[in-house]
Every structure is written in C-alpha cells, then in structure tokens.
C-alpha cells in the first residue's frame, strides 16, 4: 500500500517568512495529492491539490509542486502570517474518478511568529 | 457547514465496553471514511464505504466495526477489543471529485 511521510514534525517560521514542508510517496502509482489544513479543535479543510500530470500549482499564497520521478511533492506558503499557524497534512492517492483511499502523512505543526 | 454532522462531539468509555460514534451526511456523496487522529501520526485511516452495504477494511481495523445501511449514515462501533480507543477521530466523505470533506470529529476517552 501507499506510505506517506511528511517532514518537518514542527515548524516555526517569522511572520513573513516562507515555510515549507515536504513529503514522500512511496506507491507510483499515486497520481492525486491534495494538502489539508486543520486549525485547533476543527476539521481538516482542503486548501491545495494537484494531480500528476501537473508540475507546479498556486493559489495565492500558497504552491505546491510535484516531482514524480522523485516521488514527492511540497508545500510552499509565503509571506507567512498569524492565521496561517495550523497542522498541515499531505496525503496521496491512486484517484481513478470513483472514491478511493487516501494515505496521509503526519503532519507538521506550523508556527507563525510575529 | 459542510453536511457532515459527527455526534456527540465528546464521549467518554468505560473499559470493556462498547460505544458507537455517528457520521451523518446530506450531501449525497457515495464514499464514507474513518479516520483515528492521534497526536504525531496523523490520519489513519479505519475502514470505508463506497456504496450501500459494502465496506472495507482501512490500515487499522481491528477492534472497530461499521455498517453502511443508508447511503446517509455510516456508524463506527469500536469494541471493547480495542485495547487503546482514546483518540479523535474523523468522519469524511467523497464523491466523483477526489476532494474529501469532514465532520467537526469526535473525541473519545477511556476513562
């Protein structure tokens, strides 16, 4: 099966300041790779995916990129603020348009300073 | 607010007894899922459903049990074979697009 490890566990970046957090897939076959945020006490939300046949994608502040011969993938948050501080989770799937599962990482613990 | 609805929110188990969380949704999506959160490791997935009665086992079944009986609702019972119940956990759903949504969790504790 699908294993997904998620690097750095904490990280604490100074408002402004760019964060990054990497993770690894291990199943090739894997071709959806969505990133979730979830603040204290609530639920995991979507904030950025990409799928396989896609380099790089943005949204504002936020990218996210994809090298599949590498077989991993990273978020990119710039110009950090307050609000941004949450635990981000990776995850990876083999999505064929019906349901299928999705292997998550460990998340990391992001930290926005002022 | 996302048409998952977890209860309760909070819910506390003796040792050896059996207890059932509920996930309801009104969003017409097919697919079902479990998550346990713990503190480090993340989601892991229990089990899921993608249609009416079928489910299958996810990376950490034992000790937990479901049933998919209405499109709507897929209850996760976890029995008292689950030596280490005390965790939030997840109720998600899916449809045609990979996206998944999800309930506001329940946070069980052996007391």
């Known amino acids: 099966g699908e294993n997904v490890e998620q690097h750095p566990s904490t990280l604490s970046v100074q408002e402004g300041d760019s964060a990054v957090i990497k993770c690894t897939y291990s199943?090739?076959?894997?071709?959806?790779f969505p990133w979730y945020k979830q603040e204290l006490g609530k639920r995991p939300q979507l904030i950025i995916d990409?799928?396989?046949?896609?380099g790089e994608k943005k949204d504002q502040r936020i990218a996210v990129t994809l090298n599949k011969t590498a077989k991993h993938f990273s978020l990119h948050i710039t110009e950090t603020q307050p609000e941004d501080s949450a635990v981000y989770f990776c995850?990876?799937?083999?999505?064929?348009?019906?349901?299928?599962?999705?292997?998550f990482g460990t998340g990391t613990r992001l930290q926005v300073t002022l | 607010d996302g048409g998952i609805t977890q209860s309760p929110k909070y819910l506390f188990r003796k040792e050896g007894q059996n207890v059932t969380l509920s996930c309801e949704q009104n969003?017409?999506?097919?697919?079902m899922y479990w998550y346990r959160q713990d503190p480090g490791q993340g989601l892991r997935l229990i089990y899921y459903?993608?249609?009416?009665?079928?489910?299958q086992k996810g990376d950490i079944a034992e000790g937990y049990s479901v049933s998919r009986e209405k499109k709507e609702s897929f209850p996760l019972t976890v029995t008292s074979a689950q030596k280490n119940p005390t965790a939030f956990y997840l109720c998600?759903?899916?449809?045609?697009?990979?996206?998944?949504?999800f309930g506001q969790g329940t946070r069980l504790t052996v007391v």
């Open positions: 995850a990876a799937s083999f999505d064929t348009g019906t349901a299928s599962k999705l292997t």
């Open positions: 459903s993608q249609i009416v009665n079928d489910f």
């Open positions: 990409i799928r396989s046949n896609v």
């Open positions: 969003l017409n999506h097919d697919a």
């Open positions: 199943d090739s076959a894997s071709n959806y």
């Open positions: 998600a759903t899916r449809t045609g697009r990979p996206e998944a949504f």
